[in-house]
Each structure stands twice: as C-alpha cells, then as structure tokens.
C-alpha cells in the first residue's frame, strides 16, 4: 500500500516560518509531478505551489517569495518551506504526488502504472 504521509503543521505566530514534509511511504518506482494545497476553513482546496519530476516549481500568487518547494527523490520526500507566515495562509495543506508504480507480471517483465495519490493533510494555524 503506498500512502502520502504530511507532516510538520502546527501553531505558529504571524512572521514566522514552518517546514512541511510530505513522504512517499511504500514501493514506487518514481516520484512524478506533487503539489501542495490549501484548504481554509469553508473554502475550497487551491493549489500553493508545486514541483515536477524535471525540478520545475510553481506557486500561487499569493506565496511567491514566502514558500519555497523543495524535493528529495532519493527520499521520496518533498517539503514546504513556509515563510512570514500571515493568518490568510491558515488551514489544512494536503499534499498531492503522482508516481509511477511498477509490477512484476513475469522473469524480469514489469507493467508500470501511474496513480495520483492524497495525503490526509496536516494543519498550519497562524495566530497571535
């Protein structure tokens, strides 16, 4: 079973920083293009920034020059550097990846697959 595991949300006061990790646990054969999000409360869940496999990032207007996108693929594992952290970026980032799994269907013969994956999010709360 592979699953995306978020970490290192919590409680923090505006202006200061968070580092999230998102970690590929199980077998895959390759980490492809993974995407942070934000989902505030009663709103909907937007794109923060994102990475693909080739090292390209992107972010939301709204993040650019705070948040920084960064990717260990020996580790299967991307981060979320957050900084000047204000309340609006309040809420619950969920980590999206798409990978590319593999199965042995015979002597050294592989069938690969991609599958999109979600993590089940970890909170940042920025507050006085």
């Known amino acids: 079973q592979v699953q995306l595991v978020e970490s290192g949300g919590g409680l923090v006061q505006p202006g200061g920083s968070l580092r999230l990790s998102c970690v590929v646990s199980?077998?895959?054969?390759?980490?492809?293009?993974v995407g942070w999000y934000r989902q505030a409360p009663g709103k909907q869940r937007d794109l923060v920034a994102g990475?693909?496999?080739?090292?390209?990032?992107n972010y939301a207007d709204s993040v650019k020059g705070r948040f920084t996108i960064s990717r260990d693929n020996a580790k299967n594992t991307v981060y979320l550097q957050m900084n000047s952290l204000r309340p609006g970026d309040t809420g619950v980032y969920y980590c999206?990846?798409?990978?590319?799994?593999?199965?042995?269907?015979?002597?050294?013969?592989?069938?690969?697959?991609?599958?999109?994956?979600w993590g089940k999010g970890t909170l940042v709360t920025v507050s006085v």
């Open positions: 990475t693909t496999s080739g090292g390209s990032t």
């Open positions: 199980g077998s895959i054969f390759s980490l492809n293009d």
């Open positions: 999206n990846a798409q990978v590319t799994r593999s199965e042995e269907v015979g002597y050294r013969t592989f069938n690969y697959y991609e599958e999109n994956l």
